[in-house]
């Protein structure tokens, strides 16, 4: 089993930034690609971005640019910078670790919140 925590969600004013981390514990080793979702509220979750065991990178299109995605092997962590944040942006940030076989793991997730 691997345990997902995300952290660093909260209000920030429209253009400014916040920096969200998900700590993976457990059988980490397990763990290739990690990456962020988001659900607003009434909407489906999509993908913000997702990053694998060696950082090759992948990127919602209409965010790449703004947000940027990296992790720290070493401390088992996935990070998503968020820059020139929009009011659109808010939602709950869900972090996600897939295994090789293709397990997935969820976190509980972190809400932001962006005003106008």
């Known amino acids: 089993q691997v345990q997902l925590v995300e952290s660093g969600g909260g209000l920030v004013q429209a253009g400014g930034s916040l920096r969200l981390s998900c700590a993976a514990s457990?059988?980490?080793?397990?763990?290739?690609?990690m990456g962020w979702y988001r659900q607003a509220p009434g909407k489906q979750r999509e993908l913000v971005a997702s990053?694998?065991?060696?950082?090759?990178?992948s990127y919602a299109a209409l965010l790449k640019g703004r947000f940027t995605i990296s992790r720290d092997n070493a401390k088992s962590t996935v990070y998503l910078q968020m820059n020139s944040l929009k009011p659109e942006d808010t939602a709950v940030y869900y972090c996600?670790?897939?295994?090789?076989?293709?397990?997935?793991?969820w976190g509980k997730g972190t809400l932001v919140t962006v005003s106008s």
């Open positions: 996600k670790a897939s295994s090789p076989s293709g397990t997935s793991y």
């Open positions: 990053i694998t065991y060696t950082s090759s990178t």
């Open positions: 457990g059988i980490i080793f397990s763990i290739n690609t």
